[in-house]
C-alpha cells in the first residue's frame, strides 16, 4: 500500500496532523474540497495549553508568540466576566492572537515543507474498509479516482461526511435561540477614553474592547484587532431576522442590546448572521481504520475560543500513535489510548461551554446568578480552577506515583535550552536532569535520550505530544520506567543498572 494515510479536510487540524505524520515520517495524502484556502473569518485566535503544545513544534512564533516561548495573559474572560488572573501564581492561559486564514497559512506552510501530499478541489465522496485498509472514493477536478491507505482520518469539520459515512453518532443539543451577528465596523473616535482605549457609552457606561459584555438583553464585543478590520459582533435570544443579513440589521441589534444607539461605521461589505448552535460529540472517535479529529469529533460554542485549543492537542495526541500504528511498532492498544485520552477533555469543553453559554443569557435569574459567580472569582483558588479548565492545564491523562505523570511537560531549561525546542522533533525522550545522569544508558532507537542540568533534579519520559508518560526525582525512584517504556515505544530489554 502506497499511502499511509488519507486525511479528509485541510482546516487547522487536517493540516497539522499531516505534518505530524510527516515529522514521523508517516505518508499522508490531504484531500481538501476548495480549491483554494479559505479566508473565512472564524477563528480570532488559540487560547489555552495550546500556545504550548505548538511552542514545542516551533509553531507558537509564527502564530504571534514571543520568540522565548508564549507569556502568560495578565487578564482573560470567562462567561463575559472578567478573571483576575493576577491573583493566581501559576497563570495557565497563553494566547496566540493569529486570525484563523493565518493560522492555516502557517501550517500548511509546514505541513508542505516537511512533504505532505496536499489535495486541494479534491473532495472524499465515499470509502469502504476492511481489514487490511481503506478504500477511499474522491470527487478531484479530473474526475472520481480512489485511493487505498492504511487509515482515513476524519478533519473535516462540524459537518463531517467521513463522521456520517462511518455510521458515528453526533450526540449533544442544538440551541435555536441564540443569534448572532457580526460584522467588520468601528466606532467613532469620540466615544473612547483616550488613555484607556476603553469604550464610553452614554447612557450605558463604559465597555474594554476586546471582551464579551453581557448586558440584560445580550451580548456585545468591540475587537479592534492591530493591522485587521475592527469587527463588532452581538448575540441576542430569540430575535432572528429573515433575508439576508445587512449593516442596518448589525447596527440594529447593536442598539437593542445596550438600550442606546451606539453609531457603527461599516469597514467593509462582510456581515454575517448565525441562528442557533450545536453541541455534540462523536459518539466514538474511532471507527476500525477510520478516525475523526477536530470539529469531525466535536462541536460547541465558540465562546472563549476554546476550539482549536481542542482539536489541534487531539492532533498532537493522535499524531505519533497513529504513525507507530502505521510503522508497525505500535504497543497492543496504543491508539484507542486516542480516544480515552482526548473524550474526557472534549467532554470537559462541552461542559465549560455550555456552562458559559448559560451564563450569558439575558433574564434577571441569570443576572443574579452571575453576581454569585462574580463573588466567587475574588478567590485565587476559585480563579486557578476556572482558568485550569478553560485552558486545558487541569489535563491528567493518567496518574502515576509523580506529580509530572500523566501531565503537560512543565517549561524548563537544559543547560540554558528551552525544553519546547529540545522536543521539535516529536521523538520520545527521555530527559535526564539527575546527578550523575543515571539514565544514560538508557537509550535505543525509538527514544532519544537527553541529559544536562536544569532548574530542577527531574527524569522524565516524555512522549512526542509532550506529555509525560514516567518521572522521577532520583535514581532509586526508577521503578515504573522499564514498564512505560514497553507500554508506550514497545522498547523492552534495556540491560541498565537503574533498572
Ligand atoms: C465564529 C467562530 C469563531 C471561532 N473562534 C475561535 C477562536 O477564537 N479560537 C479557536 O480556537 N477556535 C475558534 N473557532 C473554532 C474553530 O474555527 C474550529 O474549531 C476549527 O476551524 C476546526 O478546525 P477543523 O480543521 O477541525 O475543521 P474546519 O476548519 O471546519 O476544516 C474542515 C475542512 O474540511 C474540508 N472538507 C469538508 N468536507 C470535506 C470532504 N468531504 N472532502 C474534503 N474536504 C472536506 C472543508 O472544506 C474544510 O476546509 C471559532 C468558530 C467559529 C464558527
New binding site residues.
Given amino acids: 500500500m502506497d499511502i499511509d494515510v488519507v486525511i ?7 493540516l497539522l496532523l499531516a505534518a505530524e505524520l510527516r515529522l514521523a515520517g508517516v505518508r499522508p495524502i490531504v ?4 480549491p483554494e484556502r ?1 479566508n473565512e473569518q ?6 489555552g495549553q495550546v500556545a504550548r503544545a505548538l511552542d514545542r513544534r516551533g509553531l507558537a512564533e509564527p502564530l504571534g508568540g514571543d520568540p522565548g516561548g508564549p507569556i502568560p495573559r495578565p487578564e482573560y474572560i470567562f462567561a463575559a466576566m472578567r478573571l483576575p488572573l493576577q491573583l493566581i501564581d501559576d497563570n495557565p492561559i497563553y494566547i496566540l492572537p493569529s486570525p ?1 486564514p493565518k493560522i492555516e497559512a502557517v501550517l500548511e506552510e509546514r505541513a508542505l515543507e516537511l512533504g505532505a501530499d496536499l489535495r486541494r478541489g ?3 465522496a465515499g470509502f469502504t474498509q476492511d481489514e487490511d485498509g481503506v478504500t477511499v472514493e474522491v470527487a478531484g477536478p479530473d474526475g472520481p479516482y480512489a485511493l487505498r491507505a492504511k487509515f482515513l482520518v476524519g ?4 459537518r ?2 467521513t463522521r456520517k459515512l462511518a455510521g458515528i453518532d453526533f450526540v449533544g443539543v442544538t440551541n435555536d435561540a441564540m443569534v448572532s451577528r457580526l460584522g467588520h465596523a468601528s466606532i467613532p473616535a469620540e466615544y473612547f477614553d483616550p488613555a484607556s482605549g476603553v469604550l464610553r457609552i452614554p447612557g450605558y457606561g463604559d465597555i474594554p474592547p476586546f471582551m464579551h459584555h453581557r448586558s440584560d438583553r445580550g451580548l456585545f464585543v468591540y475587537a479592534p484587532f492591530p493591522g485587521r478590520q475592527p469587527l463588532v459582533s452581538t448575540g441576542e435570544w430569540n430575535e432572528s431576522d429573515a433575508g439576508e443579513m445587512t449593516f442596518e440589521e448589525l447596527q440594529a441589534s447593536v442598539d437593542r442590546v445596550l438600550g442606546v444607539h451606539l453609531p457603527l461605521i461599516q469597514e467593509s461589505e462582510f456581515v454575517r448572521r448565525n441562528v442557533g448552535g450545536n453541541t455534540r460529540i462523536a459518539d466514538r472517535f474511532r471507527a476500525g481504520r477510520v478516525l475523526l ?4 469529533a466535536h462541536v460547541h460554542s ?1 465562546m472563549g ?5 481542542l ?1 489541534l492537542q487531539d492532533v498532537l495526541n493522535l499524531g505519533w500513535k497513529l504513525a507507530a500504528e502505521v510503522q508497525g511498532w505500535a504497543p497492543e492498544g496504543l491508539l484507542d489510548t486516542y480516544e480515552s485520552e482526548r473524550r474526557p477533555v472534549g467532554e470537559r469543553v462541552v461542559m465549560q461551554t455550555q456552562a458559559q453559554s448559560a451564563l450569558v443569557a439575558p433574564g434577571p435569574e441569570v443576572t443574579a446568578l452571575r453576581k454569585v459567580f462574580a463573588e466567587l472569582l475574588t478567590e485565587p483558588a476559585t480563579v486557578q480552577h476556572i482558568a485550569d479548565l478553560i485552558s486545558g492545564a487541569d489535563i491528567r491523562y493518567f496518574d502515576g506515583p509523580h506529580p509530572l505523570i500523566g501531565r503537560s511537560v512543565p517549561d524548563l531549561t537544559v543547560d540554558g535550552v528551552r525544553l519546547a525546542e529540545i522536543l521539535r522533533s516529536g521523538r520520545p525522550v527521555l530527559l535526564d536532569l539527575l546527578e550523575g545522569s543515571p539514565y544514560a544508558s538508557h537509550a535505543n532507537e525509538r527514544v532519544d535520550l537527553v541529559t544536562g542540568r536544569g532548574e530542577q533534579q527531574v527524569a522524565m519520559l516524555i512522549r512526542p505530544d509532550g506529555y509525560v508518560a514516567w518521572a522521577a526525582d532520583d535514581a532509586a525512584a526508577s521503578e515504573g520506567l522499564q514498564a512505560a517504556l514497553a507500554k508506550w515505544f514497545q522498547v523492552r530489554n534495556l540491560t541498565s543498572a537503574t533498572t
Fill in positions: 479528509a479536510g485541510a482546516g487547522p487540524n487536517g484531500l481538501e474540497r476548495l479559505s472564524r477563528a480570532n485566535g488559540l487560547v484563523q479534491h473532495e472524499l478533519a473535516d469539520g462540524g463531517s461526511r479529529v477536530g470539529d469531525a465558540a475560543g476554546p476550539g482549536l485549543n482539536g
